[in-house]
């Protein structure tokens, strides 16, 4: 009985590590690559440095004659950073990744990925049905607070992450006056656009009145003039 409950332990170990494995025995090496982190992990992957949160699990693997990279989150926390010349095409959950730096979210059916140039957060539903393609479902721009909340869970230390805030925070606020200046722009232009739409619908209104008038006038001008 004991050799049986061995032999089935030993079993279940073997499978696990088949299944999960460690960064040290797969990462640049094997492909599929899976990677859970028990706790805060960095690591480097071709030119990019891969930061995963507690309890996150991500699958690596290669595509395209090795000229794709793809990161597939299943679950939790990933942030990308170039930290070299680009090597390969990127891609997050069959997301094309165009950024030097990005921030990723998988809560079950959505994904969130953060695009820390634009400060834009796009969402995403992962719908099985759909094979797993995500579906892009809207984007905008963090305000600060949405910003610091979304970020901050990428950082073990207060203080690693007071520097990365201060050293974005001008970035930051140079692409929020652009956001504001391009939204104040886009309004200017539909107020433009409403004012013109009101006043073609003020000439139209008179010209069927115009047009009223002079069927009644000829209709009385006939009338009374038989």
């Known amino acids: ?11 279940i170990t073997v499978a696990l590590k ?14 599929p690559c899976l990677v859970r982190a028990d706790q805060m992990l960095e690591f480097q992957q071709a030119h990019l440095r891969v930061t995963l949160t507690p309890k996150s699990i991500i699958k690596i693997t290669k595509e395209n004659s090795d000229s794709q990279l793809n990161f597939e989150l299943l679950t939790g926390r990933m942030s990308v950073k170039e930290v070299e010349t680009p090597k390969w095409a990127i891609s997050v959950n069959s997301v094309m990744l165009e950024v030097p730096y990005a921030m990723v979210k998988r809560d079950q059916d959505e994904l969130d990925i953060l695009n820390l140039s634009k400060f834009t957060k796009v969402r995403y539903s992962i719908n099985i ?3 797993n393609v995500p579906v892009r479902v809207r984007s905008y721009f ?17 203080k690693s992450f007071k520097n ?6 001008p970035q ?7 956001q504001n200046e391009s939204q104040t722009k886009a309004l200017m232009r539909s107020v433009a656009s409403e004012e013109k739409a009101a006043e073609d619908r003020v000439r139209q209104e008179q010209e069927r009145e115009r047009q009223i008038k002079k069927v009644k ?8 003039n038989r």
Do not use: G
């Open 129 to 131: 049905q759909n094979n």
């Open 172 to 178: 930051w606020i140079a692409e929020f006056k652009s």
């Open 217 to 224: 006038d000829e209709f009385f001008f006939r009338t009374f």
């Open 142 to 158: 963090l305000s600060k607070s949405e910003f610091v909340d979304f970020t901050r869970h990428y950082f073990a230390e207060t």
């Open 18 to 31: 088949a299944e999960i494995q460690v960064p040290e025995d797969c990462i640049n090496k094997t492909y």
């Open 1 to 11: 009985m004991k050799t049986l409950l061995s032999v089935i332990l030993l079993f």
């Open 164 to 169: 990365f805030l201060t050293e974005i925070q």
